[in-house]
């Protein structure tokens, strides 16, 4: 029989344990090592069973056994020591504290949060790194507060039937039962958030709290007797539904986001947010209740526009079309065309996320394109994420190369606590005299070879004990009362070299690329002197029959008796899973479609434990790869189709494991050490850990993009908003004027007649400016190196200036025209090779971010 109802019964603490619920309700423990520690010694075997979730463990914990931790004076000492670190911690300044110039105050809003296993509100990477963002804005100490939806049935738990089959369950979540806490008005009443929709209907959301050490997340949930039925489901499912239910959600992220924002600050006392990111389009919404707002103050939407752009930053994470939420165009006209907006006229919503570039859908409204329009800071997230980023964008900005798109690149990076093994930070504090394994000197001599080794061994018997112990419930759940297979005893081997695989499972990233050949799969997996073993985890989204269908086909292989010991699939990949399978392997895996791993921050987690990655050189290992950190899997772009690419690939993926990387790790000295493989750990340990960490990635978003925002922000809103008013009067004159604006005439000298590295070439360009001014334009020399076909690279600009005689016939006799205007300057000659230039006309304003922020160019042929 099913409940109808279910819900949390809190336990009464003991007085003296009071620490433990302040403990418990600040989700630092979830990366605190000693307040794990605390919380697993009051019952270490209900601490395992439900992965480490302090919430959990207080309501499951006998009173009997509080009663006697109530009396242990040391234990209630350590408690409340605890409580009073968090306490310091919360408010000490820490290194955001130094910074003289940096915003008071910044909204993060993502669909989802991956923070603990405990919180299950996150499906793969945006969401885990959305997480770590969090935490380490806490540990810098950020004043950040994330928005998102409260899902009541999360992502969804994954098992796997005995034909390979992924299956969904969708267990509902009780907020009592959860690290929450509802936001109140004064008089205790929940404080709500309303949003006007078609019909006459009203969606109405509550705000859960979540405490992050310093930060403060905000969640809404619409599953309140407010809303009529089909409304209450708005926040069922992470990613779930049509059109319309998605829509919804994203309406809600972000209107019902800045509006829950609103009051938050409103009851805290906070300063009002002065940047706002958004990371991912799921939220572009939220600029356009910020203009509701700007436009009540007074102002029309061009002017309001401008402002919001200013403090805005938008994160895309996508590197492929089909990655981006497209809505239909004639959905998002029926939802803004009431009152959701007041003030906003529906076509210029819809004007925010049109396709008008070739290529693009007239039918559609694309939220990573107006998120690119209403933020005048954006960027990807590797290097080549950014490249990649600024060529599917390159539509937006016609005239200009991709690499003068203003799409700029910070490189993700993990949250090293959270995913650093206890025993490598027990190591680390014992040995190197720090539990920051991101400053560790790993390259010394102050650990041993022997001493990490053992280490590293410890760590893939504790991912072989926790793979053995997952499949075996998994069995027990698909087969109640049957005995689990004697051979679960025996998967995997702890002295066996263990490839990692875990990701979500779209066809891009190439699930079962290993099973390109399988016969070669499986003389590895059974060889002799030299055996691998692999353990996968991914998830399918529910509506991805294609990544069903590669998983099954994975699992099947696994399930061959000739291999099934040496490689396993682990259903309901998660945070505790990951935070086991990351160390405990010797080698991650990364095999996706190259350039379509944006980022893979996966394989970042598994190098803070010293793993060793095995990658196409996509993502951040494109740019971190250096040879001694692992090995690069060639990308055969060059192959006649994508059935030979996979073959090539995955033969150059079996040469390195065979040739390479076995022989590597099974070659041992007197010791029982192979110490050319932990060369190589500690060379990934000393160089990756410090640029993988989320603080490094944090910093930067601060330097970069934060505070130019918040100082752009700042300006543009000073004396009543005055330069929104005269950004947007002036953007719409330059833009009327564009037409009448060309490149007349070029014409340089001083070189020698063989030119050298230092010689001065000087540039002299006639302008028609038509109505404009010289102080509306840039007027540049566009310099680098010449290739085939004339095509500039890795190129440099100088701005040419304005000469106070317009009137001055050039050199060849070319006569000048009636509102042209010449500009001169000079160029330097820095490095030696083949060189060309060119000449452009861009416009010019202060509250411009990017010269090719309005898309307008003007290039001399």
Known sequence: MKAIRRFTVRTVLPASLSALDELAANLRWSWHEPTRRL???????????????????????????????????????????????????SSEPRWYQSLSDAPAHIAYFSPEFGIAAALPQYSGGLGILAGDHLKSASDLGLPL?????????????????????????????????????????????????????????????????????????????????????????VTDRLYGGGGEHRLLQEVLLGIGGVRALRIWTELTGRPEAEVFHTNEGHAGFQGLERISTLIHDGLTFAEALQVVRAGTVFTTHTPVPAGIDRFDKGLVQQYFSGELLPGVDVWEVLALGTENYPGGSDDVFNMAVMGLRLGQHANGVSQLHGEVSRGMFNGLWPGFDSSDVPIT??????????????????????????????????????????????????????????????????????????????????????????????????TYKRLTLML????????????????????????????????????????????????????????????????????GTDVWLNNPLRPLEACGTSGMKAALNGVLN????????????????????????????????????????????????????????????????????????????????????????????????????????????????????????????????????????GLARVPQVGDRLHVRAQVQLGSLKPEDVAVEVVYGTSREGDDLVNTATVELAPLEDDAVATTTGAIVLDGSHTFAGTVTLSRPGSFGYNVRVVPKNEYLANPAEMGLVSVAH
């Open 39 to 89: 919380f697993a010694e009051i019952d270490p075997q209900i601490w395992q069973s439900i992965a480490g979730d302090p919430v959990a463990l207080l309501g499951a914990v006998s009173p009997a056994r509080l009663e006697a931790l109530a009396g242990d004076a040391d234990f209630v000492a350590r408690a409340n020591a605890l409580r009073d670190d968090l306490a310091t911690y």
């Open 145 to 233: 507060t994330g928005i998102g939806l409260f899902y009541r049935s999360g992502y969804f738990k994954q098992s796997i039937s005995a034909d390979g089959w992924q299956q969904e369950a969708y267990p509902v979540l009780d907020p009592d039962g959860l690290p929450l806490t509802l936001t109140r008005h004064a008089d205790g009443a929940p404080a709500l958030v309303s949003l006007a929709l078609p019909h006459g209907r009203t969606l109405h959301a509550r705000i859960w709290q979540v405490v992050v050490g310093r930060v403060t997340l905000l969640l809404l949930d619409t599953d309140i007797p407010e809303n009529e039925d089909a409304l209450r489901d």
């Open 409 to 506: 690149s910070v490189t993700n990076g993990v949250h090293a606590p959270t995913w650093t093994d206890p025993q490598l930070l027990e190591l680390s504090q014992r040995k190197l005299g720090t539990s920051d394994t991101t400053a560790a000197d790993w390259a010394g001599p102050g650990v041993s070879d022997a001493e990490l080794w053992a280490v590293r061994n410890r760590m893939r018997a504790n991912l072989v004990a926790d793979a053995r112990r997952r499949v075996t419930a998994a069995w027990h759940e698909e087969n109640p009362g049957a005995s689990a297979p004697a051979w679960f005893d025996e998967l995997l081997d702890p002295e066996v070299l263990t490839i990692g695989f875990a990701r979500r499972v779209p």
């Open 516 to 583: 390109e050949d399988e016969a070669r799969l499986t003389a590895l997996l059974t060889h002799k002197k030299r055996p691998i073993q692999i353990v996968i985890a991914g998830k399918s989204h529910p509506a991805d029959e294609e990544g069903k269908r590669l998983i099954q086909k994975l699992v099947r292989f696994t399930q061959d008796p000739e291999v099934r010991r040496r490689i396993v699939f682990l259903p309901n990949y998660d945070i505790a899973m990951a935070q086991v399978l990351y160390p």
């Open 614 to 749: 095995l990658s196409i050189l996509d993502g951040w290992w494109n740019e971190y790869y250096d040879g001694e950190d692992g090995w690069a899997i060639p990308s055969a772009d060059a192959a006649g189709d994508a059935a030979e690419r996979d073959k090539l690939e995955a033969e150059a993926m079996y040469d390195l494991i065979e040739n390479q990387i076995a022989p590597r790790f099974y070659r041992r000295d007197s010791n029982g050490v192979p110490t050319r493989w932990m060369a190589n750990v500690r060379h990934t340990l000393a160089s990756l850990s410090p640029e993988l960490s989320a603080d490094r990635m944090v910093r930067e978003y601060v330097t970069r993009l934060y505070t130019p925002a918040a100082k752009a922000a700042e300006a543009i809103t000073a004396g009543d908003y005055a330069g929104g008013r005269e950004l947007a009067a002036w953007k719409g004159v330059v833009s009327g004027a564009w037409s009448g604006v060309s490149v007349v005439h070029v014409e340089s000298g």
